[in-house]
């Protein structure tokens, strides 16, 4: 059973930086798909940036040239960093996997504010 904890969260100001952090519990070979999610309450979750097992990436629009994901397989952690945040990044983040067979993990969330 992978588990998958988030850090990294916190309360910035516009325009501030932020470098979330998603350590998994275990080596995760053969990687189908990990991302980042974010969840506002009353919406869905949606997704912000992605990466393949061959490190090929997605982003959502309002992510593109500001967010950057990536991962460190020798540490089993993935990372989103976020320049230039906006109000509207405000949000709770949530690291995703999913593994070669199609089993999804989650993690917990990790809170991001940004004031204005």
């Known amino acids: 059973q992978v588990q998958l904890v988030e850090s990294g969260g916190g309360l910035v100001q516009a325009g501030g930086s932020l470098r979330l952090s998603c350590a998994a519990s275990?080596?995760?070979?053969?990687?189908?798909?990990m991302a980042w999610y974010r969840q506002v309450p009353g919406k869905p979750r949606e997704l912000v940036a992605g990466t393949t097992g061959i490190s090929s990436t997605t982003y959502a629009d309002s992510a593109k040239g500001r967010f950057t994901i990536s991962r460190d397989d020798a540490k089993n952690t993935l990372y989103l960093q976020m320049n230039s945040l906006k109000p509207e990044d405000t949000a709770v983040y949530y690291c995703y996997y999913r593994s070669p067979a199609g089993r999804d993990y989650w993690g917990q969330g990790t809170k991001v504010t940004v004031s204005s």
């Open positions: 275990e080596r995760l070979f053969n990687i189908y798909f």
